[in-house]
């Protein structure tokens, strides 16, 4: 059980990094929740910083993602923090990835705001699930060229992952499909307050991203 623990903790610490508010440190001495959406993410990175910032944290932030699940959770100490409770990696990179996008969500060092982990999930399903992230990629831009809402596009792009669970294995009956149900709901939850924007019409929106409307003029 201290094996686990300890691997949950360094999971959650890499997740704490707070990627975007250090850049916004370091780029423009400012605390990035306090402009644009108050959001440290990558969206919010993009508006109050530039695209070339953005993408820097976008990709930190998923390699946090990858980096827990992958890496950490396979870290044995050489035995000396004793063994695992049960014996399925599946179910220790699932949860070290999750405590990765937990403290990608509330970091520990920015007063537990942080973000609202897209970023750090898609680094974990990454490697947990390859074929969701361009089934992903694909239905986040075309929701973002027909809407300008990276909320609504984030929340359709999580929303496919037990979808292409199921269709791969024929069911959801499985570790990584309990999972895909429930990280799916977390991240409805994370981002219930773009969701009650957008349903109110004050939803910040991406005019330039979409393509779609434009076109129909």
């Known amino acids: 059980m201290i094996l686990l623990?300890?691997?949950l903790l360094l999971s959650y610490l890499a997740g704490s990094m707070p990627t975007s508010?250090?850049?916004g440190?370091?780029?423009k001495g400012i605390d990035i929740r306090d402009h644009g959406s108050g959001n440290a993410g990558g969206t919010n990175a993009f508006?109050?910083?530039?695209?070339g910032p953005a993408l820097a944290v976008v990709a930190v932030?998923?390699?946090k993602g990858w980096l827990a699940a992958a890496i950490i959770s396979a870290l044995t100490f050489g035995g000396a923090l004793g063994g695992l409770p049960f014996n399925n990696p599946v179910l220790v990179a699932i949860l070290c990835g999750s405590a990765a996008v937990l403290g990608h969500t509330y970091t520990v060092?920015?007063?537990f705001k942080g973000g609202k982990g897209v970023g750090t999930l898609a680094g974990m399903v990454f490697y947990l699930a390859p074929l969701v992230i361009p089934l992903g990629?694909?239905?986040?831009?075309?929701?973002?060229?027909?809407?300008g809402y990276v909320g609504l596009s984030s929340i359709t792009a999580v929303s496919l992952f037990p979808v292409v669970i199921f269709v791969r294995d024929g069911t959801l009956n499985s570790t990584?499909?309990?999972f895909s149900v429930i990280i799916a709901l977390f991240i409805w939850f994370t981002h219930r307050s773009n969701i009650q924007r957008m349903l109110a019409g004050t939803e910040n929106r991406f005019e330039k991203a979409r393509i779609f409307h434009r076109a129909k003029k």
Do not use: E, N, P, Q
């Open 176 to 178: 990584v499909g309990y």
């Open 137 to 147: 990629f694909l239905a986040w831009a075309l929701v973002l060229m027909a809407s």
């Open 5 to 7: 623990l300890t691997l």
């Open 25 to 27: 440190k370091l780029l």
């Open 109 to 111: 060092f920015a007063g």
């Open 47 to 51: 508006r109050v910083l530039g695209a």
């Open 21 to 23: 508010i250090i850049a």
């Open 61 to 63: 932030d998923i390699f």
